[in-house]
């Protein structure tokens, strides 16, 4: 099952929601527009250590790239 650290720059986050439409399950708004990166345990921040299966591996990606501020960092920690 890959490893991957995910992160968000909250500096460049412009709310642009693209993330959440690719990988919905991974990506919520906090209080002040910015996305978070959402864990299994439920826990939200800028950045996680997330188990995910090939497909989510996918969404998370492709979250990736749609952010028009390449706001999302994605780095593998196991593939
Ligand atoms: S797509 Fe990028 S700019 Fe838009 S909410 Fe997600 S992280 Fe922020």
Redesign the pocket.
């Known amino acids: 099952m890959p490893k991957l650290k995910v992160t968000?720059d909250p500096d460049?986050?412009?709310?642009?929601?693209?993330?959440?439409g690719s990988a919905p399950k991974f990506?919520h708004m906090d209080d002040d527009n910015?996305?978070v990166v959402a864990a299994a345990d439920g826990s939200e921040a800028f950045f996680q250590i997330l188990d995910v299966t090939d497909a989510e591996k996918a969404d998370l990606l492709e979250?990736t790239s749609?952010?028009?501020?390449t706001?999302?960092t994605v780095e593998v920690v196991v593939s």
């Not at 412009?14 to 959440?20: E, F, H, L, R, Y």
């Not at 749609?66 to 501020?69: I, L």
């Open positions: 968000v460049l986050c412009i709310a642009a929601a693209s993330c959440m990506f910015r996305a979250a749609s952010c028009p501020t706001a999302i």
